[in-house]
């Protein structure tokens, strides 16, 4: 007898999983059809346009003058003629390449030692005008 009541107990979790998964699949077949009705839009993008700010020509103070120039240069171009710069005579730390290793020049510029590559923008805006 102990053996019937084994066989009554695997034959009922079979009936169950059929039950499961038949509104399963109609769950899935109502997202497709709000799927089509999302493509049917479709997005129209616009040209980017550079900030101005950006592209107005600043003066440099003297010690930045002594790296990129005294003639006046918007902010993307002096960032372009310092990397230049570091580029040009190696200052760039070899074992992490975000930082910079500051030569005689570019410790005035920078204040100290060594700086990394983020901070860079934030110590030529001081020096802008």
């Not at 550079?50 to 020509?57: H, L, T, V, Y």
Request: hydrophobic share 40%.
């Amino acid at each position: 007898m102990a053996v019937k009541k084994k066989a009554t107990k695997k034959a009922a979790p079979k009936a169950k999983a059929t039950k499961k998964a038949a509104p399963k699949a109609t769950k899935k077949a109502a997202p497709k059809a709000k799927a089509t009705k999302k493509a049917a839009a479709p997005k129209v993008k616009t040209a980017r346009k550079p900030n101005a700010a950006f592209m107005k020509a600043l003066t440099p103070s003297a010690t930045l003058a002594e790296i990129v120039g005294n003639k006046p240069l918007p902010r993307t171009q002096v960032v372009s003629k310092i990397w230049d710069y570091i580029k040009k005579h190696n200052l760039q730390n070899p074992k992490n390449k975000r930082n910079i290793i500051a030569d005689d020049k570019l410790a005035k510029l920078f204040g100290k030692k060594e700086v990394t590559m983020f901070e860079l923008a934030g110590i030529v805006g001081k020096h802008l005008s």
